[in-house]
């Protein structure tokens, strides 16, 4: 269900374009942030929420990769794979994270802490490798430092 | 009045709309092939493949097929644009076989075939699909790319209707528009992105609605297929006749598809007047009742009082029948006059079948008539109430309302029956009971119904795929149709079986030989 506080974020969304379902990335958004994924029941609500197919829904969840159907653990890890990065090791930085953490790409810790997973181009190149932890980015690192990042998460 | 601007497509000029796009405006001329819904082009058919355009849907632009070169007039520098999206402007001019369009349609077909799998041996739609068909026309003969094709799902199950093979999919979204603009239904959606994409609908919820099988048709490719008509037959064993769905007044003309002298399938016939490009799934599985098992295939006659412990109505000649016919009701016209008859006609029975009818009973001088229809559902789109392709040319005819027949049976007043078709008892006004005490009761019916428990006699007739006829619809459009399959010998047109008893009757005008009898003497050795 999505309650009254998501709700009113995305009213507030809607209110900001000139047709309705304008708003409807940001809601994905909003959803995915407030209960850590957009589910196939989040969906069909939204789709109600914008006089669109629920179908319609699943296409930009689908499509983008930020959005996900499922949860997918507290912290949510991602390493830039994109060319600056693996020219700077970023493919061994992730092998690392994989062994550090024991998990797959795409998979999360099974005390549910960390999602490990793998990310096109985010824009800073120029600190390859680098790692997003939720929003944050962590630029310039080498294993033991992306090692350490993880470690200080709850 | 629209603006009206002049175009050149090739060597041809036309005048069109303004305001439509290249294919649109073709389209409106009909001009465009396939649209024009020949099954082979015409010499006059402008050939500017397309996939994911299509008339009734909304304007896509993806499969970029459709691409021409353009020129805002004769001296102005070509440039390639996409038809179903290039707006017509006075003076347009389009090249449709440049080297330059030859070149980019086969770009775009080798990209296509790139993950296209190689199932047209095993594929349905082999022999009407537009990949293979523009590929050979359009394509290039050969793969440059070794890579593995692309992997994804086979003989999905979307639901009551159709099958849906992924691979084969090109993702023309012509089912998905359709999903949302015709049926408003939404089921169909391309998920993920790039060479991912897949159609599929909302996870675990079936594509289920009472147009579904629409799909099938306007999908290009083999990737949606319908499970009734699914490994059938080879579409082309099949012959194509021109027919009407009989399933409601709408009248949604159809392609009967015919092999072995039987009814393989229904495919919607565009007729933008009548059913647009569509036609709904009842109406399309409708053609099973043709041959279904319960078909009348001969005359039937009783001997013995209804109500007694009465043997069934057992098969007679159609001499015979007509003769019981005669035996029963010239008695009855001699002691007391046409006032005690009464005729009831269909909604199923053709114009000419209704005409026959009516001048029968005029001759009669039976004036106790009236029509019975079934009546069901209806919907905004196509389907209409009256159940019955013909109910407007019956009451053209002169067949008006059911009720005062049925008042004067119930009444007492009426001695004997002579009813078409099998919805006598639909509207609830009459019962077998109350038709019970009746003298005499002659039906005419394609099917066993329940109005064979109170007849006397029955005789077979055909269905509407079986005739050259015509049928008016709801809209009062008259509709021809073309004979497609043949029925069993003692199978007949009702106006036949009443010239028949007409003469037995006596009656002026009526004469035994008929045109059916006629033309199966000739056609003797010609099958
Ligand atoms: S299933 Fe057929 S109609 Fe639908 S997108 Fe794919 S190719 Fe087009
Ligand atoms: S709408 Fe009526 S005529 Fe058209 S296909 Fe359906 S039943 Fe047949
Ligand atoms: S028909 Fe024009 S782009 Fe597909």
Redesign the pocket.
């Known amino acids: 269900m999505i309650g009254e506080t998501l709700r009113a974020r995305i009213d507030a969304e809607i209110a900001r374009f000139p047709v309705k379902r304008g708003g409807l990335l940001g809601a994905l958004h909003i959803v995915q942030e407030g209960q850590g994924c957009v589910s196939l029941a989040a969906s069909k609500e939204l789709a109600a929420i914008f006089d669109v197919f629920p179908v319609e829904v699943i296409e930009l969840v689908r499509f983008y990769n930020f959005f996900h159907e499922s949860p997918r653990g507290r912290h949510q890890v991602y390493v830039c794979t994109n060319l600056p990065c693996a020219l700077r090791g970023a493919n061994v930085l992730l092998k690392g994270l994989e062994q550090h953490l024991g998990v797959g790409v795409g998979e999360t810790t099974a005390d549910g802490r960390v999602h490990l997973g793998r990310e096109e181009c985010l824009g800073a190149c120029a600190n390859a490798p680098m790692i997003r932890v939720g929003g944050v980015y962590h630029e310039d690192l080498d294993l033991a430092g992306a090692c350490a990042v993880l470690d200080a998460l709850e | 009045m629209t603006e009206r601007v002049r175009i050149r497509v090739d060597d041809v000029e036309y005048e069109v709309d303004a305001g439509r796009t290249v294919l649109q405006a073709l389209d409106d001329c009909g001009a465009l092939f396939p649209e024009r819904d020949g099954k082979r082009p015409e010499q006059t058919d402008a050939l500017i493949p397309h996939y994911c355009w299509h008339p009734k849907l909304s304007i896509d632009g993806s499969c970029r097929l459709c691409q021409v070169e353009v020129r805002a007039g004769a001296d102005a520098p070509p440039k390639l644009a996409i038809a179903c999206n290039t707006p017509v402007s006075e003076g347009l001019v389009v090249d449709t076989k440049s080297e330059t369009v030859a070149a980019a349609r086969q770009g775009v077909m080798e990209l296509l075939l790139i993950n296209h799998p190689l199932d047209c041996p095993i594929c349905d739609q082999a022999g009407e699909c537009k990949l293979q068909d523009y590929a050979y026309t359009h394509g290039v003969d050969h793969a440059r790319t070794r890579e593995p094709r692309r992997k994804a799902k086979k003989r999905v199950d979307l639901g009551p209707t159709i099958v849906f093979d992924q691979e084969r999919c090109i993702l023309c979204r012509r089912c998905v528009r359709f999903c949302r603009e015709v049926t408003g239904t939404g089921e169909l959606g391309v998920f993920d992105r790039g060479d991912r994409s897949v159609l599929e609908t909302f996870p675990d919820e079936p594509l289920d609605n009472a147009y579904s099988m629409n799909v099938a048709d306007i999908c290009p490719v083999g990737a949606l297929t319908t499970k009734d008509f699914r490994f059938k037959m080879r579409v082309w064993f099949l012959e194509d006749v021109d027919g009407?769905?009989?399933?409601?007044?709408?009248?949604?003309n159809?392609h009967i598809g015919v092999a072995k002298n039987a009814v393989q399938r229904y495919l919607?016939r565009r007729n933008d007047a009548v059913?647009g490009t569509w036609?709904?799934d009842?109406?399309?599985l409708?053609y099973h009742e043709i041959a279904r098992e319960d078909r009348l295939t001969t005359c039937l006659v009783r001997e013995q009082a209804i109500g007694e412990d009465s043997p069934q109505l057992r098969p007679a000649s159609l001499d015979e029948a007509v003769a019981a016919v005669a035996a029963r009701l010239r008695p009855l016209l001699d002691a007391k006059g046409p006032g005690v008859i009464a005729g009831i006609a269909s909604a199923h029975a053709s114009n000419e079948d209704l005409r026959a009818f009516k001048t029968f009973l005029d001759v009669l001088d039976v004036d106790t008539i009236g029509l019975a229809v079934a009546r069901g559902d209806s919907d905004d789109?196509?389907?209409?109430a009256e159940?019955g392709?013909n109910g407007a040319g019956a009451r053209a005819v002169g067949f008006g309302a059911l009720a005062p027949v049925a008042d004067r049976i119930r009444g007492g007043g009426i001695e004997a029956l002579i009813v078409l078709g099998h919805d006598l008892f639909a509207d609830g006004s009459l019962d077998a009971r109350a038709l019970a005490g009746l003298d005499t009761v002659v039906a005419f019916d394609t099917h066993r119904s329940p109005v064979e428990r109170v007849a006397h006699v029955v005789f077979p007739v055909r269905h509407a795929a079986e005739k050259d006829a015509s049928y008016t619809n709801s809209a009062g459009i008259v509709q021809p149709v073309q004979r497609a399959v043949v029925p069993g010998p003692e199978v007949r047109d009702e106006g036949d079986f009443l010239q028949r008893i007409g003469a037995a009757l006596g009656l002026a005008g009526f004469e035994t030989e008929t045109e059916t009898e006629a033309e199966s003497k000739a056609g003797d050795g010609a099958e």
């Open positions: 009407i769905c009989t399933g409601c007044s709408r009248g949604c159809v919607p059913n036609m709904c009842d109406g399309r409708s789109l196509l389907v209409e159940k392709a």
